[in-house]
């Protein structure tokens, strides 16, 4: 069982940034970000695989990034240029396929809280 912890959550105005952070337990080869909005389904925000390989959501290109440090078991998402649109608790996942389609992961943190004002 592969345990996973996400920090780095909070409120800030349209145009700022955040950077959350997620560490495991154990290694796996991809890791992820996920949102999920109020009355939305949970999508998938950007992967990343061992060899550092990324995929992201049209959403996010350009202003998101993702990356991983796979000695200390952490993976990073950077967020710049935030938007309204973006409010959602985001979670880290963790599995065996880089994919944006959540149903691919097997392990998941328990969410953080991002808000973004207008």
């Known amino acids: 069982q592969v345990q996973l912890v996400e920090s780095g959550g909070g409120s800030v105005q349209a145009g700022g940034s955040l950077r959350l952070s997620c560490v495991e337990s154990?290694?796996?080869?991809?890791m992820g970000w996920f949102r999920q909005a109020p009355g939305k389904e949970r999508e998938g925000v950007a992967v990343?695989?061992?060899?550092?390989?990324?995929t992201y959501a049209d959403s996010v290109k350009g202003r998101f990034t993702i990356s991983r440090d796979i000695i200390k078991n952490t993976v990073w998402l950077q967020m710049n240029d935030l938007k309204p649109e973006d409010s959602a608790i985001y979670y880290c996942?963790?599995?065996?396929?880089?994919?944006?389609?959540?149903?691919?992961?097997?392990?998941w943190g328990s969410g953080t809280q991002v808000t973004v004002a207008s």
């Open positions: 990343i695989d061992s060899g550092d390989r990324t």
């Open positions: 154990a290694y796996t080869y991809n």
């Open positions: 996942a963790a599995g065996t396929v880089r994919t944006l389609d959540s149903r691919r992961f097997e392990y």
